[in-house]
């Protein structure tokens, strides 16, 4: 059986902005994509993961990026190249990670040919934990990485 994961990485740029870089397998599936976020985005999504227990029932955190609508106020996200949605699943403490990845534009490119990929990953609070405090040291060291290795069901 193949195992799910996600790898994310923060490669920061000298404004307070950085490339969020991830890759996610799913069983036989895998994909990968990137967007721009501020630091504080991720510092405060690194937060919210680490003290997130318990979700609520139809609550989730959402990290996403990609790209936003031109001059509305407020921003309004047009077109996700990558989205993180973590909510609970059933009663017994299962967290659902689903993953957005999407390919970017390119210069002549038909939209129907744009990669694209969807994976929901399960894990646990403790899983959460781990990821949080991974998230927010990618803000701290150019080498470090947030990994998800779910639980297997």
Not at 89 to 95: D, K, R
Not at 106 to 111: D, K, L, N, S
């Amino acid at each position: 059986m193949m195992i799910s994961q996600l790898e994310l990485r923060f490669k920061p740029d000298s404004d307070g902005m950085g490339e969020l870089f991830a890759s996610a397998s799913g069983g036989y599936f895998s994909g990968a994509g990137e967007a721009w976020f501020s630091a504080k985005e991720i510092q405060s999504f690194g937060e919210r993961l680490q003290s997130c227990f318990p979700l609520a029932p139809d609550t989730e955190l959402r990290l996403e990026g990609g790209y936003w609508e031109p001059g509305r106020s407020p921003a309004k996200l047009e077109e996700v190249l990558l989205g993180i949605r973590i909510y609970p699943v059933g009663t017994t403490g299962q967290i659902g990670v689903h993953l957005d990845l999407a390919e970017g534009v390119h210069q002549e490119q038909r939209p129907e040919s744009r990669a694209r990929a969807s994976f929901e990953l399960m894990a646990s609070y403790e899983d959460l934990h781990r990821f949080g405090a991974q998230f927010q040291s990618m803000l701290t060291s150019s080498s470090a990485t947030a990994c998800l290795y779910p639980c297997e069901s």
